[in-house]
Protein backbone atom coordinates (compact mmCIF):
# COMPACT_ATOMS: atom_id res chain seq x y z
CA UNK A 1 0.00 0.00 0.00
CA UNK A 2 2.84 2.47 0.79
CA UNK A 3 4.58 1.28 -2.30
CA UNK A 4 1.66 2.82 -4.15
CA UNK A 5 1.46 6.03 -2.53
CA UNK A 6 4.90 6.75 -3.41
CA UNK A 7 4.93 5.63 -6.71
CA UNK A 8 1.48 7.08 -8.03
CA UNK A 9 0.31 9.39 -5.96
CA UNK A 10 3.36 11.37 -4.52
CA UNK A 11 4.40 12.29 -8.11
CA UNK A 12 0.93 13.53 -9.28
CA UNK A 13 0.63 15.49 -6.11
CA UNK A 14 4.04 17.00 -6.71
CA UNK A 15 3.46 18.02 -10.36
CA UNK A 16 0.27 19.23 -9.48
CA UNK A 17 1.76 21.21 -7.04
CA UNK A 18 4.71 22.68 -8.53
CA UNK A 19 2.28 23.17 -11.80
CA UNK A 20 -0.10 25.00 -9.37
CA UNK A 21 2.92 26.93 -8.26
CA UNK A 22 4.38 28.21 -11.87
CA UNK A 23 0.84 29.23 -13.02
CA UNK A 24 0.78 31.50 -10.02
CA UNK A 25 3.95 32.58 -10.96
CA UNK A 26 2.79 33.56 -14.35
CA UNK A 27 6.17 30.97 -15.49
CA UNK A 28 5.91 29.26 -18.91
CA UNK A 29 3.37 26.21 -19.07
CA UNK A 30 4.56 22.80 -18.77
CA UNK A 31 7.40 20.86 -17.16
CA UNK A 32 9.49 19.91 -20.32
CA UNK A 33 10.12 24.07 -20.57
CA UNK A 34 12.34 23.71 -17.74
CA UNK A 35 15.73 25.32 -18.69
CA UNK A 36 18.84 23.80 -17.86
CA UNK A 37 21.15 26.53 -16.65
CA UNK A 38 24.56 26.99 -17.86
CA UNK A 39 26.89 29.65 -16.10
CA UNK A 40 27.42 32.13 -19.08
CA UNK A 41 23.68 32.65 -19.40
CA UNK A 42 23.06 34.87 -16.18
CA UNK A 43 23.80 37.74 -16.81
CA UNK A 44 26.42 39.45 -13.57
CA UNK A 45 24.31 42.23 -12.95
CA UNK A 46 20.92 40.23 -12.10
CA UNK A 47 20.44 41.16 -8.08
CA UNK A 48 17.91 43.33 -6.66
CA UNK A 49 17.74 44.76 -3.43
CA UNK A 50 16.54 43.75 -0.39
CA UNK A 51 17.20 46.21 2.72
CA UNK A 52 17.96 43.04 5.39
CA UNK A 53 21.04 42.02 3.12
CA UNK A 54 21.97 44.59 0.45
CA UNK A 55 24.70 46.07 2.49
CA UNK A 56 26.52 42.88 2.33
CA UNK A 57 25.50 42.24 -1.47
CA UNK A 58 28.71 43.29 -3.75
CA UNK A 59 28.27 42.06 -7.13
CA UNK A 60 30.79 43.97 -9.32
CA UNK A 61 30.46 42.43 -13.34
CA UNK A 62 33.67 43.94 -13.71
CA UNK A 63 35.48 41.25 -11.41
CA UNK A 64 34.06 38.26 -13.34
CA UNK A 65 37.62 37.31 -14.67
CA UNK A 66 38.98 34.48 -12.55
CA UNK A 67 42.54 35.31 -10.56
CA UNK A 68 45.18 33.26 -12.63
CA UNK A 69 47.80 32.14 -10.05
CA UNK A 70 51.30 30.90 -11.19
CA UNK A 71 52.69 27.64 -9.46
CA UNK A 72 55.58 29.54 -8.33
CA UNK A 73 53.44 31.28 -5.83
CA UNK A 74 51.83 28.38 -4.30
CA UNK A 75 53.82 27.13 -1.02
CA UNK A 76 51.25 24.17 -0.02
CA UNK A 77 51.75 23.03 3.83
CA UNK A 78 49.66 20.63 5.36
CA UNK A 79 46.19 18.58 4.16
CA UNK A 80 43.17 19.74 6.02
CA UNK A 81 40.86 18.27 4.27
CA UNK A 82 39.58 15.88 1.59
CA UNK A 83 36.96 15.79 -1.00
CA UNK A 84 35.26 13.18 -3.65
CA UNK A 85 37.71 14.84 -5.91
CA UNK A 86 40.98 14.96 -4.09
CA UNK A 87 42.37 16.69 -0.93
CA UNK A 88 42.69 20.09 0.33
CA UNK A 89 45.90 21.76 1.70
CA UNK A 90 46.54 24.49 3.78
CA UNK A 91 49.65 26.60 1.88
CA UNK A 92 50.55 30.25 1.37
CA UNK A 93 50.02 32.35 -1.59
CA UNK A 94 52.63 34.69 -2.35
CA UNK A 95 52.19 38.30 -4.47
CA UNK A 96 48.39 37.99 -4.77
CA UNK A 97 47.37 41.23 -3.17
CA UNK A 98 50.41 42.88 -3.47
CA UNK A 99 53.86 42.20 -4.61
CA UNK A 100 55.56 41.35 -1.39
CA UNK A 101 52.75 39.88 0.59
CA UNK A 102 52.09 36.42 1.65
CA UNK A 103 48.70 35.00 2.88
CA UNK A 104 47.17 31.76 3.98
CA UNK A 105 44.96 29.76 1.61
CA UNK A 106 43.42 26.36 1.49
CA UNK A 107 44.07 25.03 -1.79
CA UNK A 108 41.85 22.47 -3.82
CA UNK A 109 43.50 19.77 -5.43
CA UNK A 110 42.28 16.62 -7.96
CA UNK A 111 43.41 13.64 -7.22
CA UNK A 112 46.30 12.44 -9.95
CA UNK A 113 44.10 9.68 -11.47
CA UNK A 114 41.11 12.06 -12.05
CA UNK A 115 39.22 12.09 -15.44
CA UNK A 116 39.03 15.08 -17.72
CA UNK A 117 35.32 15.26 -16.82
CA UNK A 118 36.35 15.58 -12.78
CA UNK A 119 38.77 18.56 -14.27
CA UNK A 120 36.07 20.11 -15.54
CA UNK A 121 33.50 19.82 -12.56
CA UNK A 122 36.16 21.58 -10.68
CA UNK A 123 36.83 24.70 -13.30
CA UNK A 124 33.29 24.70 -13.54
CA UNK A 125 32.81 25.04 -9.76
CA UNK A 126 35.40 27.87 -9.74
CA UNK A 127 33.34 29.94 -12.42
CA UNK A 128 30.29 29.57 -10.41
CA UNK A 129 32.55 30.61 -7.20
CA UNK A 130 34.02 33.01 -8.91
CA UNK A 131 30.80 35.33 -9.13
CA UNK A 132 29.94 35.55 -5.96
CA UNK A 133 31.40 38.48 -3.59
CA UNK A 134 29.92 37.40 0.35
CA UNK A 135 30.24 37.97 3.58
CA UNK A 136 28.83 34.64 4.05
CA UNK A 137 29.93 32.37 0.79
CA UNK A 138 33.47 31.48 0.42
CA UNK A 139 35.65 33.11 -1.27
CA UNK A 140 37.51 31.45 -4.51
CA UNK A 141 40.90 33.19 -4.56
CA UNK A 142 42.53 32.49 -7.96
CA UNK A 143 42.66 29.18 -9.89
CA UNK A 144 46.38 27.81 -10.78
CA UNK A 145 45.89 26.15 -14.27
CA UNK A 146 50.17 25.72 -14.81
CA UNK A 147 49.94 21.51 -14.16
CA UNK A 148 48.03 18.99 -15.81
CA UNK A 149 45.32 19.77 -12.71
CA UNK A 150 43.83 22.80 -11.75
CA UNK A 151 43.99 23.94 -8.22
CA UNK A 152 41.12 25.75 -6.70
CA UNK A 153 42.72 28.42 -4.18
CA UNK A 154 40.31 29.06 -1.82
CA UNK A 155 40.01 31.70 1.44
CA UNK A 156 41.38 29.49 4.57
CA UNK A 157 38.55 29.19 7.22
CA UNK A 158 40.39 27.73 9.97
CA UNK A 159 38.19 25.64 12.21
CA UNK A 160 36.99 23.77 9.28
CA UNK A 161 33.47 22.55 7.78
CA UNK A 162 30.74 23.21 10.30
CA UNK A 163 29.54 19.92 10.98
CA UNK A 164 32.76 18.53 12.56
CA UNK A 165 32.90 21.98 14.41
CA UNK A 166 29.71 20.99 15.75
CA UNK A 167 30.30 17.30 16.75
CA UNK A 168 33.60 18.71 18.66
CA UNK A 169 32.18 21.43 20.63
CA UNK A 170 30.00 18.27 22.22
CA UNK A 171 33.34 17.56 24.23
CA UNK A 172 33.51 20.62 26.01
CA UNK A 173 32.96 21.75 29.53
CA UNK A 174 30.04 24.11 29.54
CA UNK A 175 33.18 26.73 31.25
CA UNK A 176 35.03 26.26 28.16
CA UNK A 177 35.38 29.83 26.62
CA UNK A 178 34.19 28.05 23.28
CA UNK A 179 31.39 25.63 24.46
CA UNK A 180 28.23 26.67 22.61
CA UNK A 181 25.64 28.69 23.71
CA UNK A 182 21.86 29.07 22.53
CA UNK A 183 22.93 32.51 20.84
CA UNK A 184 25.38 30.51 19.09
CA UNK A 185 23.13 28.44 17.34
CA UNK A 186 20.77 31.35 16.13
CA UNK A 187 24.06 33.12 15.01
CA UNK A 188 25.22 30.11 12.63
CA UNK A 189 21.80 30.08 11.06
CA UNK A 190 21.69 33.66 11.08
CA UNK A 191 25.30 33.51 9.29
CA UNK A 192 24.17 30.93 6.56
CA UNK A 193 20.71 32.12 6.30
CA UNK A 194 22.44 35.66 4.73
CA UNK A 195 24.80 33.62 2.68
CA UNK A 196 21.36 31.80 1.61
CA UNK A 197 19.11 35.27 0.84
CA UNK A 198 22.02 35.98 -1.41
CA UNK A 199 22.12 33.26 -3.72
CA UNK A 200 18.83 33.05 -3.82
CA UNK A 201 19.21 37.19 -5.00
CA UNK A 202 21.25 35.98 -7.81
CA UNK A 203 18.72 33.33 -8.61
CA UNK A 204 21.41 30.11 -7.66
CA UNK A 205 20.16 26.89 -6.30
CA UNK A 206 22.61 25.24 -4.13
CA UNK A 207 21.27 21.45 -3.88
CA UNK A 208 24.14 20.29 -1.59
CA UNK A 209 23.25 23.20 1.46
CA UNK A 210 24.25 20.87 4.43
CA UNK A 211 26.76 21.34 8.05
CA UNK A 212 29.17 19.65 6.07
CA UNK A 213 29.11 22.44 3.33
CA UNK A 214 29.41 25.35 5.28
CA UNK A 215 33.00 26.46 6.55
CA UNK A 216 33.64 28.33 9.62
CA UNK A 217 36.51 30.71 10.26
CA UNK A 218 37.48 30.34 13.77
CA UNK A 219 36.17 28.66 17.22
CA UNK A 220 36.53 31.97 18.94
CA UNK A 221 33.07 33.30 19.19
CA UNK A 222 33.76 37.32 18.23
CA UNK A 223 35.77 36.12 14.59
CA UNK A 224 33.55 33.11 14.12
CA UNK A 225 31.68 33.69 10.59
CA UNK A 226 30.09 30.32 9.30
CA UNK A 227 30.28 30.41 5.27
CA UNK A 228 27.95 28.74 2.49
CA UNK A 229 31.43 26.36 0.32
CA UNK A 230 31.04 23.53 -1.80
CA UNK A 231 29.62 24.57 -5.05
CA UNK A 232 30.34 21.41 -6.17
CA UNK A 233 26.35 20.23 -7.37
CA UNK A 234 24.97 23.99 -7.32
CA UNK A 235 23.67 25.54 -10.61
CA UNK A 236 22.58 28.65 -11.97
CA UNK A 237 18.89 28.91 -13.68
CA UNK A 238 17.95 31.12 -16.09
CA UNK A 239 14.14 30.16 -15.31
CA UNK A 240 12.74 29.25 -11.97
CA UNK A 241 13.89 25.78 -12.03
CA UNK A 242 16.44 23.70 -12.77
CA UNK A 243 16.03 19.71 -13.47
CA UNK A 244 18.32 17.15 -13.04
CA UNK A 245 19.27 14.40 -15.07
CA UNK A 246 19.99 11.93 -12.61
CA UNK A 247 23.34 11.48 -12.83
CA UNK A 248 25.01 12.74 -9.68
CA UNK A 249 24.77 10.97 -6.06
CA UNK A 250 21.99 12.68 -4.60
CA UNK A 251 21.75 14.20 -0.62
CA UNK A 252 18.47 12.54 0.46
CA UNK A 253 18.95 12.98 3.85
CA UNK A 254 18.58 16.75 2.89
CA UNK A 255 16.30 17.03 0.05
CA UNK A 256 12.56 18.10 -0.29
CA UNK A 257 9.93 15.70 -1.80
CA UNK A 258 9.84 17.37 -5.15
CA UNK A 259 13.66 16.48 -5.49
CA UNK A 260 13.03 12.68 -4.16
CA UNK A 261 10.18 12.52 -6.69
CA UNK A 262 11.35 13.88 -9.72
CA UNK A 263 14.82 15.38 -9.34
CA UNK A 264 13.73 19.02 -9.52
CA UNK A 265 16.10 21.96 -7.60
CA UNK A 266 14.86 25.70 -7.02
CA UNK A 267 15.07 28.33 -4.26
CA UNK A 268 12.63 26.51 -2.49
CA UNK A 269 14.31 23.11 -2.65
CA UNK A 270 17.09 24.76 -1.06
CA UNK A 271 15.01 26.56 1.78
CA UNK A 272 14.21 22.69 2.49
CA UNK A 273 17.78 21.87 3.18
CA UNK A 274 18.65 24.74 5.10
CA UNK A 275 15.47 23.65 7.49
CA UNK A 276 17.34 20.61 7.67
CA UNK A 277 20.37 22.37 8.31
CA UNK A 278 19.57 24.15 10.65
CA UNK A 279 18.00 21.29 12.48
CA UNK A 280 21.84 20.03 12.63
CA UNK A 281 22.88 23.33 14.11
CA UNK A 282 20.52 22.67 16.68
CA UNK A 283 20.93 19.03 16.90
CA UNK A 284 25.24 19.66 17.25
CA UNK A 285 26.28 17.86 13.70
CA UNK A 286 23.67 14.98 14.36
CA UNK A 287 23.35 12.86 11.35
CA UNK A 288 19.51 13.42 10.32
CA UNK A 289 17.60 10.69 10.55
CA UNK A 290 20.06 8.63 12.06
CA UNK A 291 18.34 5.56 12.57
CA UNK A 292 16.88 5.03 8.77
CA UNK A 293 18.72 3.93 6.09
CA UNK A 294 18.57 6.50 2.59
CA UNK A 295 15.52 4.33 1.09
CA UNK A 296 13.53 4.42 4.38
CA UNK A 297 14.45 8.34 5.19
CA UNK A 298 12.43 8.80 1.43
CA UNK A 299 9.64 7.11 2.34
CA UNK A 300 9.41 8.50 5.71
CA UNK A 301 9.35 12.04 4.52
CA UNK A 302 7.26 11.75 0.99
CA UNK A 303 4.77 10.53 3.53
CA UNK A 304 4.46 13.49 5.32
CA UNK A 305 6.88 12.51 8.53
CA UNK A 306 9.76 15.42 9.88
CA UNK A 307 12.60 15.13 11.79
CA UNK A 308 11.51 16.10 15.89
CA UNK A 309 12.59 18.47 17.63
CA UNK A 310 15.87 18.83 18.69
CA UNK A 311 16.73 18.61 22.51
CA UNK A 312 18.49 22.41 22.40
CA UNK A 313 16.18 23.84 19.85
CA UNK A 314 13.78 26.16 21.19
CA UNK A 315 10.16 25.62 20.33
CA UNK A 316 10.11 28.87 17.96
CA UNK A 317 13.17 27.66 15.94
CA UNK A 318 11.50 24.49 15.19
CA UNK A 319 8.53 26.18 13.98
CA UNK A 320 10.53 27.95 11.34
CA UNK A 321 12.04 24.38 10.31
CA UNK A 322 8.50 23.03 10.14
CA UNK A 323 8.02 25.79 7.48
CA UNK A 324 10.70 25.05 5.68
CA UNK A 325 9.35 21.39 5.88
CA UNK A 326 6.02 22.53 4.02
CA UNK A 327 4.62 21.88 0.60
CA UNK A 328 7.11 23.64 -2.08
CA UNK A 329 4.49 25.92 -2.79
CA UNK A 330 3.36 27.04 0.65
CA UNK A 331 7.47 27.58 1.75
CA UNK A 332 8.58 30.85 2.44
CA UNK A 333 11.34 32.37 0.80
CA UNK A 334 15.37 33.06 2.49
CA UNK A 335 14.40 36.87 3.28
CA UNK A 336 11.11 34.96 5.52
CA UNK A 337 13.33 33.56 6.91
CA UNK A 338 16.31 35.02 7.29
CA UNK A 339 14.04 38.55 9.24
CA UNK A 340 12.51 35.63 11.81
CA UNK A 341 16.05 34.55 12.90
CA UNK A 342 16.84 37.70 13.27
CA UNK A 343 13.85 38.21 15.10
CA UNK A 344 13.90 35.04 17.11
CA UNK A 345 18.00 35.72 18.20
CA UNK A 346 16.58 39.52 19.63
CA UNK A 347 13.94 37.83 21.45
CA UNK A 348 15.40 35.17 23.13
CA UNK A 349 17.76 35.10 25.99
CA UNK A 350 21.01 33.07 25.73
CA UNK A 351 21.26 30.01 27.76
CA UNK A 352 23.48 27.19 28.51
CA UNK A 353 23.02 24.30 26.06
CA UNK A 354 21.83 20.58 27.56
CA UNK A 355 24.66 17.91 27.50
CA UNK A 356 24.07 15.63 24.07
CA UNK A 357 25.78 12.18 24.02
CA UNK A 358 29.23 12.31 22.52
CA UNK A 359 29.25 10.53 19.39
P1 LIG B 1 33.55 17.99 -3.39
O1 LIG B 1 32.23 17.27 -3.50
O2 LIG B 1 33.62 19.25 -4.22
O3 LIG B 1 34.76 17.12 -3.51
P2 LIG B 1 33.60 17.83 -0.58
O4 LIG B 1 32.41 18.24 0.23
O5 LIG B 1 33.82 16.38 -0.70
O6 LIG B 1 33.57 18.56 -1.95
P3 LIG B 1 35.83 19.64 -0.32
O7 LIG B 1 35.18 20.92 -0.73
O8 LIG B 1 36.83 19.06 -1.26
O9 LIG B 1 34.80 18.54 0.10
O10 LIG B 1 36.48 19.82 1.11
C1 LIG B 1 36.88 18.71 1.89
C2 LIG B 1 37.20 19.18 3.29
O11 LIG B 1 38.32 20.06 3.25
C3 LIG B 1 36.08 19.98 3.95
O12 LIG B 1 35.16 19.14 4.60
C4 LIG B 1 36.84 20.86 4.93
O13 LIG B 1 37.09 20.17 6.13
C5 LIG B 1 38.16 21.11 4.21
N1 LIG B 1 38.11 22.39 3.48
C6 LIG B 1 37.64 22.62 2.24
N2 LIG B 1 37.76 23.91 1.91
C7 LIG B 1 38.32 24.52 2.97
C8 LIG B 1 38.69 25.89 3.24
N3 LIG B 1 38.49 26.85 2.35
N4 LIG B 1 39.23 26.17 4.45
C9 LIG B 1 39.42 25.18 5.36
N5 LIG B 1 39.09 23.89 5.16
C10 LIG B 1 38.55 23.55 3.98
Not at 37 to 53: A, D, F, K, S, W
Not at 59 to 80: M, V
Not at 230 to 241: E, K, P, Q, S, V
Amino acid sequence: MLGFIVIIICPCYFYCSIYRQRKSNNDLTTMTDIELGIPHEVRCEYTQLNTIYSPMLHYNPDECAITKIARKQIIFGKIIGSGVFGMVYQGNVKNLESSGTEISVAIKTLRKDASSHEKKKLLKEAELMNRFRHKHILRLLGVCLDGIYPFLVLELMETGDLSRYLRDCRNLEASDSHALRLQDLFAMCEDVARGCCYLEELRFVHRDLACRNCLVSSRNRENRIVKIGDFGLARNIYHDYYRMRGEDLLPVRWMAPESLMIRIFTSQSDVWSFGVLMWEITSLGEQPYVDKTNAEVIIYVLAGDRLPMPLNCPSALYQLMLRCWTAADARPNFEFFLKNIITLRKNIEDALLSPVDIL
